[in-house]
């Protein structure tokens, strides 16, 4: 069983930044792959980015290539989101999550653990 506790949200203007991290428990941890979701007011989940067990592979939705950085620390049991550029349409409450799986994925329903989220605000 995984656990997971995001932090790190906050409010920021737009082209500021900020690093979410996601503190994983258990040991099996460096095998899942994890990703990182959000969610906007009115919206649904959607996939941010993604790395993989390893960290040798990642993916990114468009919106945020080039502005987000997804990284892992297994030594750390932590996963990192690295926020650049933030804009307004970032606003969303985040979400990390677990894949047994190992691989780097897109699809929500794939992910096994979920936290409970951090509130991101970006204001204009």
């Known amino acids: 069983q995984v656990q997971l506790v995001e932090s790190g949200g906050g409010l920021v203007q737009a082209g500021g930044s900020l690093r979410l991290s996601c503190a994983a428990s258990?040991?099996?941890?460096?095998?899942?792959?994890m990703g990182w979701f959000r969610q906007a007011p009115g919206k649904e989940r959607e996939f941010v980015a993604a790395i993989s067990w390893s960290g040798g592979s990642t993916c990114y939705t468009d919106s945020v290539t080039g502005r987000f950085t997804i990284s892992r620390d297994n030594a750390k049991n932590t996963v990192y989101l690295q926020m650049n550029s933030l804009k307004p349409e970032d606003t969303a409450v985040y979400y990390c999550?677990?894949?047994?799986?190992?691989?780097?994925?897109?699809?929500?329903?794939?992910?096994?653990?979920w936290g409970q989220g951090t509130q991101v605000t970006v204001s204009s």
């Open positions: 999550a677990a894949d047994k799986y190992g691989a780097a994925r897109r699809i929500s329903t794939e992910y096994e653990h």
């Open positions: 258990g040991r099996s941890f460096r095998t899942y792959a």
